[in-house]
């Protein structure tokens, strides 16, 4: 019998068992895959740590502060470039009339996206503070990014699609024109210091919340196959151990953390209808990313060290992210973020061919790098996002409300936010909910 049994490995599960434990929790963390960190993976390519999952670590947020008291080494992202792959061509610069002006574009279509990366600039100035958007800035205004750009030529719009997904994820339909814009915008304008990057890569975090723990029972390979309560209200876990051939276990706990993508919540447990309903509500799409480390140390290739963001119209993914510009050491690594490919499950086969693909596309947005890949890496993921979308906004206190007091929720798509800094604020708040009710509890 434990106090607290957390299913998933990720970081609200890991920050949750965290907090909880050093309140004296007999806490047991159950993580289906072989490893811990869930969608904050880093993979090691050519020896240098690289993001398939989430990236940067936003200034001033959850994961910043647990990061800094965790004592991981960070950097800001200080991009000095914005690039743009339109019919063929990449051209990148550090003025974005000069990029503007350099594209392979008519001149009605470099008129309408002249005007539109002037206006975004301007609002993204009237609309931040510091990088962050100001309080009184709408969330979810009425108007949706798409609005803006279905007036421009299809040429301009599939540059500005590619962008907009690329940094939010969602299609631009889906999205208010506040938030996508002040993402993309955030790109335009350069924006330093709000994001930030693990050296060691995001995993970094869940590896070193992970290596505190002391007395939580980690066990890795166990998924969840369901869960029940009892007649005296306490759950009980069905688990398979992938490891023995998905060999059975059992184990019951007085409170239980549901810290894994929303959409495989409903599969697992029996709950109340207006549970059930704000997880229809979540929206976490899949995504595919390819991470490629390369060698620039020719003279000639000196400018792609600066290369920092790139939107890519008509490539399989749709940016290309260099999270360390300017590093000078003769390497560079780029992500290339395929949200609007969606999940792709071959991906993950090895053998599928669809690294390849994908190795090939990225020698289309830089050509100059045909024979100078060092490693590359691709990762599918079937739910990679918790969008922000009003119904998730509006179904949020549902989404975190416990059910019968014991059964809680927490991770990126119960938070505010979304992102690691969404499930590390999570974590908190479950862990403080289960600590009142362990203390008031009769047990
Ligand atoms: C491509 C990409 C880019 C991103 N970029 C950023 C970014 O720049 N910054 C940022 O902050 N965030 C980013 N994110 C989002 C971030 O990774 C997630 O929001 C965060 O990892 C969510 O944490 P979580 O603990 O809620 O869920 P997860 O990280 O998904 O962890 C859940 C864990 O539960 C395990 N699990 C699932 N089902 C079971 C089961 N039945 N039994 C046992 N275990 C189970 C999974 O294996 C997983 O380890 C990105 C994500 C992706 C995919």
């Given amino acids: 019998m434990y106090d ?41 390519v050519h020896g240098e740590p690289v993001n398939m999952g989430a990236m940067f670590v936003y200034a001033g947020t959850a994961s910043h502060e647990l990061a800094a008291e965790l004592g991981i080494n960070l950097e800001p992202f200080e991009p ?44 993204y100035y009237a609309n931040t503070v510091n990088g962050q958007l100001r309080p009184a800035t709408p969330g979810f205004g009425e108007e949706s990014a798409q609005s803006r750009i279905s007036d421009l030529p299809q040429e301009v719009q599939e540059i500005l699609t590619a962008a907009i997904r690329g940094g939010s994820v969602a299609h631009p339909s889906e999205l208010s024109a506040t938030y996508a814009l002040r993402y993309f915008a955030s790109y335009l304008v350069k924006e330093k210091k709000n994001r ?4 060691m890569g995001m995993e970094a975090i869940p590896t070193a919340l992970a290596d505190a723990l002391q007395s939580t029972e980690v066990h890795l390979n166990h998924r969840v196959e369901t869960i029940h309560q009892d007649d005296e209200g306490q759950w009980n876990l069905q688990i398979a151990i992938e490891s023995e051939g998905g060999a059975g276990r059992s184990l019951t706990a ?12 409903s599969t697992m447990v029996k709950l109340p209808d207006w549970k059930t309903a704000a997880l229809d509500a979540v929206q976490t799409p899949g995504s595919t990313e390819l991470g490629v480390v390369v060698d620039i140390s ?3 290739l000196a400018a792609v060290d600066d290369w920092s963001f790139i939107a890519t119209a008509g490539r399989a993914f749709d940016v290309v992210i260099n999270p360390r510009p300017g590093r000078k050491d003769g390497t560079a690594q780029f992500v290339c973020y395929g949200n609007s490919a969606g ?23 830089a050509p100059q790098l045909r024979g100078r890949i060092l490693g590359a890496s691709i990762q599918s993921w079937q739910h990679c996002f918790s969008l922000l979308t009003p119904t998730r906004a509006s179904a949020l206190p549902q989404l975190q409300a416990p059910v019968d007091g014991t059964l809680h929720f927490a991770g990126d798509y119960s938070s505010e936010t979304a992102g690691t800094h969404g499930a590390y604020s999570e974590a908190h708040r479950v ?6 009710a362990l203390s008031t509890s009769t047990y």
């Fill in 254 to 265: 007085r409170h239980v953390i549901m810290a894994i993508p929303a959409p495989r919540i």
């Fill in 196 to 199: 930030v990057v693990s050296i």
């Fill in 80 to 123: 000095t470039t914005f690039g743009i792959h339109v019919n063929g061509e990449t051209v990148v610069s550090t003025d974005n009339d000069d990029l503007v002006e350099r594209l392979p574009l008519t001149e009605e279509s470099r008129n309408g996206l002249r005007a539109f990366i002037d206006r975004a600039t301007s609002e």
């Fill in 431 to 436: 862990s403080r909910e289960i600590l009142l």
């Fill in 4 to 44: 607290v049994a957390i299913i998933g490995g990720g970081p609200a599960g890991l920050a949750s068992a965290y907090n909880l434990e050093r309140t004296g929790q007999k806490v047991v963390l159950l993580e289906e895959a072989g490893r811990l960190g869930g969608r904050a993976k880093t993979v090691n």
């Fill in 343 to 365: 999940y792709i499950e071959e991906a993950n086969d090895p053998t599928s061919g669809v690294l390849e693909h994908w190795i090939e596309e990225f020698l289309k947005v």
């Fill in 298 to 300: 020719a003279p000639e």
